[in-house]
Nanobody, 116 residues
């Protein structure tokens, strides 16, 4: 299993970023995907979930209405569109999959910094 996140960076409050996670090493279309984030000194938290077919999504309360998770099964890629970013969104963002329902896999992460 190989997950590679990209798209992070420095953005001003109110700005937007599109994160991508390219997956390989498993049958992408068979599994739900998740985005997590971890801010300095804090626990890693689940930000968004998308079902294998993309027909069901769930979000952390604090990002509802601002973030959108989506996937392209033909490209084995999951996305996180982040709008109206706030300083509290600053964190390293990771995509996640649990193929077989046992061992979780994460990518290396991509840093998102929201600051003026």
């Amino acid at each position: 299993v190989h997950l590679v996140e990209s798209g992070g960076g420095l953005v001003q409050p109110g700005g937007s970023l599109l994160l991508s996670c390219a997956a390989s090493g498993f049958t992408f279309s068979n599994y739900p995907m998740r985005w997590y984030r971890q801010a300095p000194g804090k626990e890693r938290e689940l930000v968004a979930f998308i079902s294998s077919l993309g027909d069901r999504t769930l979000y952390l309360d604090s990002v509802k209405g601002r973030f959108t998770i989506s996937r392209d099964n033909g490209k084995s890629t999951v996305y996180l569109q982040m709008n109206t970013l706030k300083p509290d969104d600053t964190a390293v963002y990771y995509c996640n999959v649990i193929p077989g329902g046992t061992i979780p896999y994460y990518g290396q992460g991509t840093q998102v910094t929201v600051s003026s």
